[in-house]
């Protein structure tokens, strides 16, 4: 059988109990689109528990990402662009550039998540 049900799976704690549960993975997740910024190519900057990177957008903007290791529930609503900025302030671009040109918007942001697998019994 398989159940893709989600990372919170309602089957999986059903199955395997509790201790599977999802649970924060120790790390958070940014990312959106620029519009005018265009780019061409892939980039991704790695620094110690930090990754910031940015890929071609469909319509000629620049997706980008960013994670960092951050302990549970350590953000600041409405002020996530400022938290960026301390964060990936003194890594090298394309984290720079978006971060300079970047003044207003609100980044998605979402804590990650890891669950345990079990087998079935």
């Given at each position: 059988m398989v159940a893709a049900d989600?990372?919170?799976?309602q089957t999986r704690e059903?199955?395997?109990g509790e201790s599977y549960r999802a649970r924060y993975a120790g790390s958070t997740a940014w990312r959106g689109v620029i519009d005018?910024?265009?780019?061409?190519?892939?980039?991704?900057?790695?620094?110690?528990?930090?990754?910031f990177g940015?890929?071609?957008h469909e319509n000629g903007g620049t997706n980008w990402f960013a994670s960092a290791a951050l302990p549970e529930g350590a953000f600041r609503p409405g002020a996530e662009l400022d938290a960026l900025r301390e964060i990936f302030g003194g890594c090298t671009d394309p984290a720079v550039t978006w971060l300079t040109r970047r003044r207003n918007g609100v980044p998605l942001r979402n804590g990650l998540l890891k669950a345990a697998l079990g087998t079935a019994r």
């Open positions: 989600g990372v919170f799976s059903r199955l395997f005018d910024l265009p780019t061409d190519t892939f980039a991704e900057v790695w620094g110690a528990g930090v990754k940015s890929t071609p």
